[in-house]
């Protein structure tokens, strides 16, 4: 039965206990067994391949970063870190046309629907990777508003959990107390990690048919991060009152195009590599041996929360799942995760982790298909990418970070020949996502529809993060303040965004 008697911050203390963390560590290793048998078994093998997205946002209110209220959560999103986040998510749909059509579908009604609910309460959901003008209170304030319960740390802009407080209060006690977060212009600590819920992602899915052929996908992606990074940048400052500049035109040049990379790894690697671009894996098996090797944090137990028998394969696993919600990888596998379709069986699918959340639905959909598509081209050519040196992937990876379209960037071409020509590298990437939407049975229309904004983004240099920085460099040469000029282009922003005008065609 659950044990509804403790408090959260009870919950917390039990989750940091010794004792929890050997039941946890035992149970998760009798699950993993479970879990490796059904992969040799062949019963992780599906149908199809099969698409699905997350995507996080957040609420603003006139021009601030703001609080969403409970209501908001009656619509159908879920609830995030901070309280001015909310998450948007699809059902999986077969990757094909109709399973295109069939996760805008969602994405859109959803989204509606949340937007309804906030607007109600005089708030609005901005899909937007990381707003950068602070919350009525500062940003100090907001995000280091926390209270002591007997030697537990609550954030009170913190989504009341007792997963995310034990989490915060894990990776507080592995970094002495506070989050540090070093980027061009800021040196700043806070007494929580709920600094993290300053970025927002998505997360674009795609299960795997056969379990076995895991390895060609999962590798192949972590090889496509830094070019895919590198067209999606869109958070390139911090809330603004975190900055001690003199000069903001030094603070433009000098900052990263992708800030969420280093807030999200600076907030919980205090002690442990934990966010970091993952290992290649040889075998599918393999992702089964990475989790268990992972340090364990913040462990729960089933029994805390839910009072019903393990009758199904999520309860059989939830320690097992548990766990993996804490393996932070830039691209994460899921092995036994839900499939398409209804029943009791499972899946194998890549969680493809880094990219920033998007201005507008076709926008996050057309990453989604690009990311699908790309990998599908490059596993059913048998191109040879997979040869690029982790070194280089990883390389690339945070030089896109750092400076979007602009970054060196590393690749092995068809003909096997390694390049860092952009050019090169574009032009065989696009190539590759047509051919893998094309082995799918997606039209050319529907290609055209996602792929194309995204290749235009490409020839004409630019991405919602340069945009961003173009627009504030445009306020201040009309003698706007750097506070002012970053709320206008925020504003601007939103305006474009609400308005689902496709960032290709933003002026």
């Given at each position: 039965?659950?044990?509804?008697?403790?408090?959260?911050?009870?919950?917390?203390?039990?989750?940091?206990?010794?004792?929890?963390?050997?039941?946890?560590?035992?149970?998760?290793?009798?699950?993993?067994?479970?879990?490796?048998?059904?992969?040799?078994?062949?019963?992780?093998d599906n149908p199809s391949f099969a698409?699905?997205?997350?995507?996080?946002?957040?609420?603003?209110?006139?021009?601030?970063?703001?609080?969403?209220?409970?209501?908001?959560?009656?619509?159908?999103?879920?609830?995030?870190?901070?309280?001015?986040?909310?998450?948007?998510?699809?059902?999986?749909?077969?990757?094909?046309?109709?399973?295109?059509?069939?996760?805008?579908?969602?994405?859109?009604?959803?989204?509606?629907?949340?937007?309804?609910?906030?607007?109600?309460?005089?708030?609005?959901?901005?899909?937007?990777?990381?707003?950068?003008?602070?919350?009525?209170?500062?940003s100090q304030s907001y995000l280091g508003?926390?209270?002591?319960?007997?030697?537990?740390?609550?954030?009170?802009?913190?989504?009341?959990?007792?997963?995310?407080?034990?989490?915060?209060?894990?990776?507080?006690?592995?970094?002495?107390?506070?989050?540090?977060?070093?980027?061009?212009?800021?040196e700043v600590s806070f007494p929580s990690?709920?600094?993290?819920?300053?970025?927002?992602?998505?997360?674009?899915?795609?299960?795997?048919?056969?379990?076995?052929?895991?390895?060609?996908?999962?590798?192949?992606?972590?090889?496509?991060?830094?070019?895919?990074?590198?067209?999606?940048?869109?958070?390139?400052?911090?809330?603004?009152?975190?900055?001690?500049?003199?000069?903001?035109?030094?603070?433009?040049?000098?900052?990263?195009?992708?800030?969420?990379?280093?807030?999200?790894?600076?907030?919980?690697?205090?002690?442990?590599?934990?966010?970091?671009?993952?290992?290649?894996?040889?075998?599918?098996?393999?992702?089964?041996?990475?989790?268990?090797?992972?340090?364990?944090?913040?462990?729960?137990?089933?029994?805390?929360?839910?009072?019903?028998?393990?009758?199904?394969?999520?309860?059989?696993?939830?320690?097992?799942?548990?766990?993996?919600?804490?393996?932070?990888?830039?691209?994460?596998?899921?092995?036994?995760?839900?499939?398409?379709?209804?029943?009791?069986?499972?899946?194998?699918?890549?969680?493809?982790?880094?990219?920033?959340?998007?201005?507008?639905?076709?926008?996050?959909?057309?990453?989604?298909?690009?990311?699908?598509?790309?990998?599908?081209?490059?596993?059913?050519?048998?191109?040879?990418?997979?040869?690029?040196?982790?070194?280089?992937?990883?390389?690339?990876?945070?030089?896109?970070?750092?400076?979007?379209?602009?970054?060196?960037?590393?690749?092995?071409?068809?003909?096997?020949?390694?390049?860092?020509?952009?050019?090169?590298?574009?032009?065989?990437?696009?190539?590759?996502?047509?051919?893998?939407?094309?082995?799918?049975?997606?039209?050319?229309?529907?290609?055209?529809?996602?792929?194309?904004?995204?290749?235009?983004?490409?020839?004409?240099?630019?991405?919602?993060?340069?945009?961003?920085?173009?627009?504030?460099?445009?306020?201040?040469?009309?003698?706007?303040?750097?506070?002012?000029?970053?709320?206008?282009?925020?504003?601007?922003?939103?305006?474009?965004?609400?308005?689902?005008?496709?960032?290709?065609?933003?002026?």
């Open positions: 039965m659950a044990d509804t008697t403790d408090t959260g911050t009870e919950l917390v203390r039990r989750s940091l206990s010794d004792e929890t963390e050997v039941i946890f560590d035992e149970r998760v290793e009798e699950q993993a067994e479970t879990v490796a048998e059904l992969l040799a078994d062949a019963e992780l698409l699905g997205i997350e995507i996080e946002t957040y609420a603003v209110d006139d021009t601030s970063l703001t609080r969403l209220p409970d209501s908001v959560f009656e619509a159908p999103c879920d609830r995030e870190l901070g309280l001015h986040n909310a998450e948007l998510h699809t059902e999986p749909t077969r990757f094909d046309e109709d399973g295109i059509a069939g996760q805008v579908a969602q994405l859109r009604e959803n989204l509606d629907a949340s937007r309804a609910a906030a607007d109600d309460a005089d708030t609005e959901i901005v899909l937007d990777a990381m707003w950068a003008v602070p919350p009525a209170e500062g508003d926390v209270e002591d319960d007997e030697g537990v740390t609550v954030a009170r802009n913190m989504t009341a959990s007792p997963r995310y407080w034990a989490l915060d209060n894990e990776i507080l006690a592995q970094g002495n107390g506070s989050v540090s977060l070093s980027v061009p212009g800021a990690i709920l600094c993290e819920s300053l970025t927002s992602s998505i997360q674009p899915h795609l299960q795997i048919p056969d379990a076995d052929a895991l390895p060609a996908y999962y590798n192949a992606a972590i090889r496509t991060l830094g070019p895919v990074l590198a067209l999606s940048t869109n958070s390139p400052l911090l809330p603004v009152d975190l900055y001690d500049v003199d000069d903001p035109e030094q603070l433009l040049e000098e900052t990263h195009h992708e800030l969420r990379i280093a807030a999200f790894e600076q907030s919980i690697n205090a002690a442990w590599n934990k966010v970091r671009v993952p290992e290649d894996i040889e075998t599918t098996h393999d992702t089964i041996s990475y989790l268990l090797d992972d340090p364990t944090c913040a462990p729960f137990l089933r029994e805390w929360v839910a009072d019903s028998e393990r009758e199904t394969i999520d309860g059989r696993l939830w320690e097992f799942d548990h766990k993996r919600g804490t393996y932070w990888r830039w691209v994460r596998s899921v092995v036994g995760g839900q499939p398409v379709g209804e029943g009791d069986s499972r899946s194998v699918r890549i969680e493809y982790r880094p990219l920033p959340t998007q201005p507008t639905i076709r926008g996050n959909v057309g990453l989604q298909v690009l990311v699908a598509g790309l990998l599908r081209g490059i596993v059913a050519t048998d191109h040879p990418l997979t040869e690029l040196d982790h070194v280089d992937a990883e390389r690339s990876f945070y030089a896109a970070a750092e400076n979007g379209l602009d970054a060196d960037l590393a690749w092995v071409l068809a003909d096997g020949e390694y390049t860092e020509a952009n050019d090169e590298i574009y032009g065989e990437l696009f190539d590759l996502v047509r051919t893998g939407l094309d082995e799918q049975g997606v039209s050319g229309e529907t290609t055209a529809h996602y792929i194309d904004p995204l290749e235009a983004r490409w020839k004409a240099g630019t991405t919602p993060s340069s945009w961003k920085l173009d627009r504030i460099r445009t306020e201040l040469a009309a003698g706007h303040s750097f506070e002012n000029a970053v709320e206008r282009m925020q504003q601007a922003y939103r305006e474009h965004s609400r308005s689902g005008t496709p960032f290709s065609d933003w002026q």
